[in-house]
Structure formats: structure tokens, C-alpha cells
């Protein structure tokens, strides 16, 4: 990284400069850890453990499921679609070790959304929860994969209790809908077959891609960001170095309540942590904030990691006020701007910093990140991780002076290669080495960086990206609707709320009406807050909505 001379309070503990080549795959670095950590715990999930050894060798057999049984090659694509459950590593490890690529997949998408990721990664195989499989039997014949899997919560609790789980989500608490899909595997039933078989290890080098991770980038419509074993590793090693003067091999606790489909929870907390030997905690419906901080209970956790909203949510709990945080040596919040208000509670109530970080699907995800020594600075997402350059430019893409706003660029080894199949999208953020990450910054002269506003109109709703392309897509299919503009406007729950400008063309349309209509076609985070009907958008001579002219209107009228 550049040699900054007012980084004064670059923790003096991490390297400048860490060993991106120590490992040529995701792989080699999990291989690593079973050997060296064996029958410590790696992964829990609703009480049930399994150990480095143990996962080695589930996901062994899964690999060799791959191979075998569905004859995959190195280089296929994969979809994994579930929550935080054991079943996700021993996928996704499983699926690695075979060569695969995983293409990680939100399991609350609707089928339209599933449809167009499926079909733009040309996967070959989808690794699915039984909740969500009615979703997948809409789109069966449309998307290119031949072989379905399908788990249940319960599968790998253990005899009596995975059984009593699954009779209660299905029959219960009628959480399985009907589906219909002949000639499925289970994944139980996957897992006794590789058993029986040989896995056979890949040979897989740093330019190999390991991760297709769909995200909307910095405009547009989603698009596979194309992560490499090498961009991954590297990121692994940036994180660890900057964590490590706190943590130590093997006696970490890290509570995982992101989704490990989620490139934060995914590089940091899924395999970050696994590098270093840690006990991590995965929790399936951090929503259920009860039953959460009853879980939280039971553990003397050293790690903690989420987003601003998770952070505010559980402070509002007096049962997690009344844990014992004892053991708590880091927290990081990534995904969305940490909020000073929330930041300043939460060291009140657990005595330990709420770190901020900062990074994108596009950079594996982390780029910068506050200081975990004492001399973070709260509003500012910190200063780069080793082997990271950055600089803030203009319209013009030249350098701006120090403590003046521009566009963030980061350049590093944890920057992807480009977006699968899409030359032109990739052309737009890639300039040489340096991604534009469409953000606008400031830097101080201590080296502490600042997002101060988004250069596009991408829409952050509790730490996922919103298109407004997208919702705009899926509201003007609605027959009554004949234009429509999507903005976002500040949210004290979310950061930021969809809001939805519509022209109708038959005014018998209501806002519940078309807020229930993108309920079917959009996930939750993306379904609009507010519907306003108006006689016309404004647009420019050319024809194009002009966004921003709608925000400015909802901010005059509204405030």
C-alpha cells in the first residue's frame, strides 16, 4: 500500500504488507486448518457441533457426491441457497475441494430473481432448502441446472431431534410449502452416497475462480462479481492480520448472525475465522431476537460482527443488555454505515468498540477498517487493510487534494476480476488496477476515511443493495401501472426505505395493491415502504426519469 506519511495511527501491530501468496486456494487454507485444529469445534447450529476433523470429512463426501454421482467437473457452477445452517460449509467446502464455483444465492428471492441468477451463472447443480424449494419448481424448466438438492433445517441435528425439527417446521409451523420436483437428491442421502466414494482432490491455483457473488455492483442489474482463490486468500490474510493482535488460534467464540450467502459473513466470519481455529456460532433467524439473545446466553463469545440494524435491534433487548460481554474482544460492523448514536450504546453496554469497516462485493469484501487497538474513529469506516491502496478522484479521475470529496478507488489483491460475462459492466468500475467503487469520500490527514455520500442511486436497505432499475422493473409489469421512478430516502430502521413514484394508467390502482403485486416479485428488502401516485414524472429531454429530481420533490413536500 502507498506509504502515506500521515497514517500517524496505523496500528503499529499490523503489517503494512502481509503474504498474499502464502496459500494458492481457499482450499489449501481450509485443509490447513483441520490439520491443525482437528477435533476443535469449527461450526454450532441450534446446539449441535461439529468439530475441523468432522467437517473434513462430510465435506469430503459431498465432494465426492459431486463427482459421482452428478459427474461435475471443475469450473461448474453451484447455487447454495439456505440460511446460516451446517449444512452451508459442508456445501460449500464440499463443493470447493471438487473445483466447483459456488454461486452464493439469497433464499428469500422470489422466483423471478432466482431465475435470472441461475440462468446468467449457467449453474449445474442448486444445493436448496426444502422452505424455498416451491420457488425453485416455478422456474424448474427455465434455468440450466440438472440436479436439485434439497435439506431440511433439522438433517444434521442428529437422529431423534433432526427428526422432531423437521416434523415441526413442516407440519407445525407449515413452513414447508407443497413443491414439486421429480428426480431430486436429498441431502442426507447425498451425503451416505460420497460416502461410499473417492474423492478426488483438484488442482486449483489463485487465478482459479472459487466465488460467483451476485450483487447489483455499482450500477444496474445484478451481476456476478468474479472472485478468485486468490482475491479470497488475500482477503483472509488482510483480515486476520488486522484482527490478529487480539484473537488467538483456537479460543475464539465468533457469533455468526449474517447470512453466510453474504460476502461479509462469508469471507470474515465463515472462513477468516476459520483460519484461526474459532468456534463459530451460527444463528439461523437472528430476527427472532429472543430466542437469539437466549442463545447469545450461552456462549462466551469473543466476536461479534453485523450491521447497524442488528447492532440497534439487539440493544433494544433488555436480555441482551444483561449478557455477560466479559469475553468480547471485537465488534465489526460492516454492510451499512455505522450509526454514532448506536456505536456510542453499544460500548456503553458491552464495553468493547463497535469497529466500522468498509468494502464491496467487488473487493471480497474488505478494504478499510477502523483500528481495533483503541484509535477508532467513529463516523469514518477507518483507513486500508494491509496491501491496499486507495485514492479519491474527481469527475475527471484525478486526484483530489487531501480533505477534498471525491470518488473512492481501491486497489488491492482482494479486487475482483471482473463481472461474469459482462466486459462492458466490468470496463465501467475497473480502471487497470483500481476499482471505482461509485462511493464519495474524504480523507483526513491522519489517514481516516470518510463516506460521505453515493455517487449512484443505489439504495441501502439494512445493509443490502436495492436497484431502483430492478423495482422499477418488476412495479411497471403491474397492467395499471404506466411509469414509475424508485428513490430511497433516509430510514432510522434501515438507513434507507424504497420509495416507489408511480403514473398509473387505470386509477382504480391502490399503493397496497402494487406494494402486494412486489411482494410476489421483489425480496422483502426490496419491496417499497411508500407508493405516490403522481400525473407525471420528471425527465430529461432524452426521455429518462431523472431520480434525483424525484428525491428533491418527496424532500420539499415531505421533508
Known sequence: MQDFPWFKFYPSSVPKEVDVQ??????????????????????????KTISFSELDQLSKDFAAFLQHDLMLKKGDRIAIQMPNLLQYPIAMFGALRAGLVVVNTNPLYTSREMKHQFTDSGISAVVILANFASNLQKIRQEIPAKHIIVTEIGDLLGGLKGGIVNFVVKYIKKMVPAYDLPGIHTFKGAMASGAGKKFTREKIVQAD?????????????SKGAELTHGNIVANMQQISAWMKPKLREREEVVITALPLYHIFALTVNCLAMFKIGAHNVLIT??????????????????????????????LNQEAFRALDFSSLKI??????????????????????PLAEGYGLTETSPVATCNPIDGTERLGTIGMPLPNTDVKIVDEEENDVVLGEKGEL????????????????ETSKVLMGEWLKTGDIATMDGDGFLKI??????????????????????AIASHDKVN?????????????????????????SVTAEELIAYSRENLTSYKVPKEVYFVDELPKSNVGKILRRVIKENHEKKWG
Not at 209 to 221: D, I, M, N, R
Not at 286 to 304: G, N, Y
Not at 331 to 352: C, D, P
Not at 409 to 424: D, S
Request: aromatic share 10%; charged share 25%.
Open 331 to 352: 465488534a465489526v460492523g460492516g454492510g451499512m454505515a455505522v450509526q454514532r448514536s448506536v456505536a456510542e450504546r453499544w460500548q456503553k453496554v458491552t464495553g468493547t
Open 209 to 221: 475462480l472459487a466465488y460467483l457473488q451476485y450483487t447489483g455492483g455499482t450500477t444496474g442489474v
Open 452 to 473: 460521505v455520500d453515493r455517487k449512484k442511486e443505489m439504495i441501502l436497505v439494512s445493509g443490502f443493495n436495492v436497484y431502483p432499475n430492478e423495482v422499477e422493473e
Open 22 to 47: 502464502a496459500f494458492d486456494s481457499v482450499v489449501d487454507l481450509f485443509e490447513e486448518s483441520i490439520l491443525k485444529y482437528g477435533d476443535a469445534v469449527a461450526y454450532e447450529c441450534m446446539g
Open 483 to 507: 411509469e414509475v421512478g424508485v428513490i430511497g430516502i433516509p430510514d432510522d430502521k434501515s438507513t434507507e426505505k424504497v420509495v416507489a413514484y408511480v403514473v398509473a394508467n387505470d386509477k
Open 409 to 424: 478507488c481501491i486497489k488491492g489483491p482482494q479486487v475482483m476480476r471482473g463481472y461474469w460475462n459482462r466486459p462492458e
Open 285 to 314: 433467524n437472528p430476527r427472532d431476537m429472543p430466542a437469539f439473545c437466549k442463545e447469545l446466553k450461552k456462549h462466551k463469545f469473543s466476536v461479534f460482527t453485523g450491521v447497524n440494524t442488528l447492532f440497534n435491534g439487539l
